[in-house]
């Protein structure tokens, strides 16, 4: 089962938008709406930040939002924040008898 | 509060063994489908294992199956990775996680593992 694919890095102003791909297959992205997205500070544990491609935890700012189209999901944060500045990772259901695929991660950089 | 704490990581020759446990507390574990997820040092996260609430289903990522087996204990809330035939390539970081639906809603904060000789 081979990683999504998501760009290696992306970054914005604070204020602006930044969004993330998250490109898959028909076996997995493509194929279910289980996509979820994790924020990962340096040195600390993933965060869930979005599930079934654009619902949001409690707790979760609507500012981050998700959609999907064919197997590729995108994440998008508006109104960057500082502390929007993170790894994001996607992650998707691919059925059969290995469940889950990671994405490659994308580091995003509040300039 | 919902809390998953590891133990069990270490340094390890390739070919040994090792026991991973996480041990779950301010939830019902018993109802949970609990799994495993690595992070190789500065990389990307991997999805290890999964297992459902009575134990009766395990799902691994290909490079694992064979040599890694997870298994749960409901009454002692826990949960536990038993490794096998290790590799280099296992060296990580593990975290024990709880899925809610298709999603993990909680991450331990992860144990070392290092394979080398």
């Known amino acids: 089962q081979s990683a999504l694919t998501q760009p290696p890095s992306a970054s914005g102003s604070p204020g602006q938008s930044v969004t993330i791909s998250c490109t898959g297959t028909s076996s997995d992205v493509g194929g279910y709406n289980h996509v979820s997205w994790y924020q990962q500070h340096p040195g600390k544990a993933p965060k869930l930040m979005l599930y079934e491609v654009s619902k949001r935890p409690s707790g979760v700012p609507d500012r981050f939002s998700g959609s999907k189209s064919g197997n590729t999901a995108s994440l998008t944060v508006s109104g960057l924040q500082a502390e929007d500045e993170a790894d994001y990772y996607c992650?998707?259901?691919?059925?059969?008898?290995?469940?889950?695929?990671f994405g490659t991660g994308t580091k995003v950089t509040v300039l | 509060e919902v809390q998953l704490v590891e133990s069990g990581g270490g340094l390890v020759q390739p070919g040994g063994s090792l026991r991973l446990s996480c041990a779950a507390s301010?939830?019902?574990?018993?109802?949970?489908?609990m799994g495993w997820v690595r992070q190789d040092p500065g990389k990307g996260l991997q999805w290890v294992a999964n297992i459902n609430p009575d134990g009766s289903q395990t799902y691994y990522v290909d490079s694992v199956k064979g040599r890694f087996t997870i298994s749960r204990d409901n009454a002692k809330n826990s949960l536990y990775l038993q490794m096998s035939s290790l590799r280099a390539e296992d060296t990580a970081m593990y975290y024990c996680?709880?899925?809610?639906?298709?999603?993990?809603?909680?991450w331990g904060r992860g144990t070392t593992v290092t394979v080398s000789s």
């Open positions: 992650n998707s259901y691919a059925g059969g008898g290995s469940l889950y695929v």
């Open positions: 301010g939830f019902t574990f018993s109802t949970c489908w």
């Open positions: 996680i709880q899925w809610l639906n298709t999603a993990v809603d909680v």
